[in-house]
């Protein structure tokens, strides 16, 4: 089946740092989407890309759907203290958001 | 706030019993997808329902089934439970390319 492997599995950085994370694909998706899941909740989107090639900002944050639909990254700037958590890529290759897979995350520690 | 609502939040049942967990969806969301997340995992796919059909499983034995109901909630019964089957299970309800997410509940099998 489709596998996703995204990575870093961890990161630890200052405030104001920059997050860079990326996410491949075994399997082509039309599909790419950006997820945050803090404690004791679901996932909660973040960013989705419709488009190869496509690159979409949602305040500090920003994603690339990769030109060979096989990859995605995800970009945080001037990272915050509130950005602590987990974010996932996922991915689906019909028009049905709830068929996706996952990738198994990465968990992002912001120190003040 | 997804207005995606699940209970009970957290359970413990013992190796081969059976659970039935409850997922309420948005009014307007006419499919519901359940997700199994293990521990330091991302969510899998276990099925969808639409319009109270299945609509397509993931790679989950039968023991998995679920329901969905005219009033958008829905259920997931996991039978003959299995230690593997400790895990959070998430439902998400939407339409097409939209899914929004539950709390989840926490499945502890001992």
């Known amino acids: 089946g489709q596998q996703l492997n995204q990575s870093p599995q961890s990161m630890f950085i200052q405030e104001g740092e920059d997050v860079s994370m990326n996410c491949t694909s075994s399997s082509i998706f039309n599909t790419w989407l950006w997820y945050k899941q803090d404690p004791g909740e679901g996932p909660v989107l973040l960013i989705a890309l419709y488009k190869a090639g496509e690159l979409t900002s949602n305040g500090r944050l920003t994603a690339q759907f990769g030109t060979t639909r096989k990859d995605s990254f995800l970009n945080i700037s001037a990272s915050i203290p509130s950005d602590v958590g987990i974010y996932f890529c996922a991915g689906y290759y019909n028009t049905n958001a709830g068929k996706s897979t996952f990738g198994d995350g990465t968990t992002l520690t912001v120190k003040p | ?110």
């Open chain 2, 1 to 110: 706030e997804t207005g995606v609502t699940q209970s009970p939040t957290h359970l413990i049942k013992t190796r081969g019993q059976q659970v039935t967990l409850r997922c309420s969806s948005q009014s307007g969301h006419n499919t519901v997808s359940w997700y199994q997340q293990a521990l330091g995992q991302g969510p899998q796919f276990i099925f969808q329902y639409y319009r109270e059909e299945e609509n397509g499983r993931g790679n989950f034995p039968p023991r998995f089934s679920g329901l969905q109901f005219p009033n958008y909630s829905s259920e997931l019964n996991v039978n003959a439970l299995e230690l593997d089957d400790s895990a959070l299970y998430l439902c998400a309800s939407g339409a097409e390319d939209e899914q929004y997410f539950g709390p989840g509940t926490r499945l502890t099998v001992t």
